[in-house]
């Protein structure tokens, strides 16, 4: 059995990638109004500042109703997914057709169906939910902590031949980075003033917070929002981001490549910085820092190590 805690928010994935199955599992909120999810087709990282992975979410959740929401079985893709639904109300979400689930603390067994873009959910024994038209259609399975405990048990896959989904159609695949936050406390940084709130590193500002790794060559990305001026981050080899043009008010993603010899700066998808650098001797090595000048939130801290 998988107990989760359901803190911090985030998604636990296998290690590869899904593309056209059948997924059993039995799961349980342990307590009323429990909310978490099955993730498929999801892409390997988080979406820009969410502790969420664009892909096909399968609801998991108990005892809340809404007009836009059931706890019987809900499908939606989410962050840059795509799906149509069957029996929608408009929009991307698909609804069961009837109720079946129990309440907390009972037992649910979920049938999910995947196949060439298609997804069909049985709950308890009985059909309720489908779509179609996914995208991506090949990708990660992730079980989802959302805010409450909930434990799954017996879960089992059957995969189906391939439908020979086009590369769009793929989710982005894992690449070697790992977190450098674990959204519980400030293990592996050092600094004052700043507060571990689930998924998100959050300051007033003023102090900055140090990993205590160092770090010389390296590909990082990280998710900022603050003033909407400065790019508040310091790093080996590169030094202060400060200003950085078109910078959001909303979540930024920062993403830097220091290699001997190369420097890049990519800002929310696009190179804004690209250097050649005529570089003999080895490069320092030095922490992380981030050094806000006003309240800021972070997330979702990547780093993979270069060679």
Request: with cysteine; hydrophobic share 35%; net charge positive.
């Amino acid at each position: 059995m998988i107990h989760c805690t359901g803190k911090p928010i985030g998604e636990l994935r296998t290690l590869r990638m899904y593309e056209n199955f059948i997924l059993e599992m039995e799961w349980r909120h342990l307590q009323p109004k429990g909310n978490a999810g099955l993730f498929v087709w999801a892409d390997a990282y988080t979406a820009k500042g969410v502790p969420f992975h664009r892909g096909v979410e399968v609801q998991i959740l108990d005892g809340r109703e809404g007009a836009g929401h059931t706890s019987d079985g809900d499908i939606f893709p989410i962050h840059g997914a795509k799906m149509t639904p069957l029996n929608g109300r408009g929009g991307s979400r698909a609804f069961p057709t009837e109720k079946r689930s129990k309440p907390s603390p009972q037992w649910n067994h979920y049938r999910v169906v995947c196949n060439n873009g298609e997804i069909s959910l049985a709950v308890n024994g009985k059909v309720v939910t489908r779509g179609k038209a996914a995208s991506p259609r090949k990708g990660y399975i992730c079980l989802e902590s959302e805010g409450s405990p909930v434990q799954f048990r017996n879960l089992k896959i059957k995969e189906l031949p391939s439908t020979n989904p086009k590369p769009e159609e793929i989710a982005k695949a894992e690449s070697g980075f790992h977190s450098l936050y674990n959204g519980i406390d400030l293990a592996g940084w050092r600094g004052k003033g700043w507060t571990a709130n689930d998924w998100r590193l959050t300051t007033k500002g003023g102090s900055p917070l140090r990993t205590e790794k160092k770090f010389t060559s390296y590909v990082m990305f990280v998710d900022f929002r603050g003033n909407g001026i400065e790019a508040p981050l310091e790093l080996p080899n590169v030094g202060a981001l400060g200003e950085l043009k078109n910078l959001s008010k909303g979540w930024n993603r920062v993403r830097v490549t220091r290699r001997l010899g190369e420097s890049i700066i990519e800002l929310n998808g696009k190179v804004v910085s690209h250097f050649k650098l005529c570089e003999s001797g080895p490069l320092k090595s030095g922490p992380f820092i981030l050094n806000p000048k006003v309240a800021t939130q972070f997330a979702n801290i990547f780093v993979k190590e270069l060679k």
